[in-house]
């Protein structure tokens, strides 16, 4: 997991607390990416980041924000967190997003468990 | 809709044998296919990409085919060890895309 750092790696929170979650890298790579993880549904893309305030939504974006201000932060925000919401969330980072081969380096994961 | 199917959720296979994965998927134009491995209480890990151009890829005991024909990738791990348990992995990409849409895994087990 070098060059990305996720924190908290482990959070219990309960249903309506906001929550948010930190992606740390120091690649200076232009993409990032939040996806959760849950049984049966494998990887998930939430939000990415093509650069400094820029985002777009992924297929399961709904109850989530996410704010990018430095090249090395990528924030991922609950407003009011759901049961539903209990996942493992893992960030990635990518060098290029726009070539096909966009490999993704992961962050060892966050743990969210909402009470 | 989109949709990427891996054959099984779990795989249990002898030591020294070939484990083969399978990735399906519908709907979905991609330009290249990614595997990724991913152990216990961990994030995943690049292993090898093909291109829809190219049939075959290998890499040491890793081996993936590509048959943009039937939408399908096969993984292969050859001489399999204890050490190749973990669960694999497939990711599609469109050219000129950042999106990367994964399937949901299959957990594979190698017994001595």
């Known amino acids: 997991d070098a060059g990305i750092t996720q924190s908290p790696r482990h959070k219990v929170t309960e249903t309506g607390t906001p929550v948010t979650l930190r992606c740390h890298q120091t690649e200076n790579h232009r993409y990032m990416y939040w996806y959760r993880q849950d049984p049966g549904h494998g990887l998930r893309l939430i939000h990415y980041s093509y650069g400094v305030k820029d985002t777009d939504k992924g297929e399961v974006s709904d109850g989530y924000s996410v704010s990018r201000s430095k090249t090395e932060d990528f924030l991922l925000t609950l407003e009011s967190a759901t049961s539903s919401q209990t996942s493992v969330y893992f960030c990635?980072?990518?060098?290029?997003?726009?070539?096909?081969?966009?490999?993704?380096?992961f962050g060892a994961g966050s743990r969210l468990t909402v009470l | 809709s989109q949709k990427i199917e891996q054959n099984s959720e779990a795989l249990n296979i002898q030591e020294g044998k070939t484990a083969t994965l399978t990735c399906n998927y519908t709907?979905?134009?991609?330009?290249?296919l990614q595997w990724y491995r991913q152990d216990p209480g961990r994030g995943p890990v690049f292993l090898l990409l093909i291109r829809e151009n190219e049939k075959e890829k290998r890499k040491e005991r890793l081996k993936v085919t590509f048959d943009t024909t039937l939408k399908q990738s096969l993984f292969h791990i050859t001489a399999s060890q204890p050490a190749d348990s973990a669960t694999y992995l497939c990711a599609l990409v469109r050219s000129s895309a950042s999106k990367i849409i994964f399937g949901s895994g299959t957990r594979l087990s190698i017994r001595p």
């Open positions: 709907n979905y134009s991609p330009a290249y």
């Open positions: 990635a980072i990518s060098e290029d997003g726009l070539s096909g081969a966009n490999v993704l380096t």
